[in-house]
């Protein structure tokens, strides 16, 4: 088994795992975001007026639509899709006014979910392991360690310019020790099944594409370290890869 694997299962089993993951995946009590006073109460008359249409065209000015819907997406990119698509406007109306008016306000002011803001978050814990991170020229010419600043668009820009990488997505961690280059991605699974087997098959296929000549890991925390997920813990312990949690990657870093 690899050390790092290891050492995760470990950790992951150890009174306090979610204490110390607390300090990195940070969940912040998101505040509701509010609608203009004018559009709410426009919601709220063609909400009472059955004018289902109008309902959806306002809604779509608030951040968050009310109910979960694939199509949204489509509709906001193209809003006559409104008038051109009665069958479809009628369904999403259905599910609005089954909210109730009250709840549906409460949906369209909800905080954004925490889940969507754990990259940032583990960014921002990044400066806790008290090594440099610099812009692209200091980091180039840096000696030792240290870590490169910028989104995760940048970092893989980076990797694919500069380290020879194929990428075809962000990466959320890039950094070199002397003439070893490392990228990785970070990942916090929440819930159990498939997502976090998707979570492991990416990390997976994110490590084996070796393309390039920058070391690859995969930093993942959660549910997928427990002893008791019999079937993803087997593939984990046979995979071989370096693929830790996050805990460990000063670890890493200090042994590399």
Not at 182 to 208: M, W, Y
Request: glycine share 8%.
């Amino acid at each position: 088994m690899n050390k790092w694997i290891k050492k995760s299962i470990e950790i992951a089993n150890s009174p306090g795992y979610l204490d110390k993951l607390g300090k990195i995946y940070v969940m912040n009590m998101n505040p509701e975001r509010p609608l203009d006073g004018g559009i709410e109460r426009s919601i709220r008359e063609a909400f009472n007026n059955h004018d289902t249409k109008t309902l959806i065209k306002l809604l779509l000015e608030a951040e968050v639509f009310p109910v979960k819907d694939s199509y949204i997406g489509f509709i906001r990119a193209d809003e006559k899709a409104i008038d051109q698509n009665p069958e479809t406007v009628e369904r999403i109306g259905d599910r609005l006014y089954g909210l109730g008016l009250e709840k549906l306000i409460q949906e369209a002011t909800r905080p954004k979910e925490t889940n969507r803001q754990l990259g940032s978050s583990f960014r921002s814990w990044l400066p806790s392991l008290v090594y440099p991170i610099l812009e692209e020229d200091e980091f180039t010419k840096a000696k030792g360690i240290a870590f490169l600043a910028g989104s995760d668009k940048a970092l893989k820009d980076y990797a694919v310019k500069h380290l020879g990488c194929r990428l075809t997505k962000g990466i959320d961690v890039l950094f070199k020790k002397d003439d070893i280059y490392v990228i990785g991605e970070a990942k916090f699974l929440t819930t159990p099944g498939g997502e976090q087997d998707r979570g492991f098959d990416d990390a997976s296929k994110f490590i084996k594409s070796r393309s390039g000549r920058a070391k690859r890991i995969a930093l993942i925390d959660g549910y997928i370290w427990l002893k008791t997920n019999k079937g993803l813990h087997s593939k984990i312990v046979k995979s071989n890869l370096d693929i830790f949690s996050a805990l460990l990657l000063k670890d890493f870093i200090e042994v590399l």
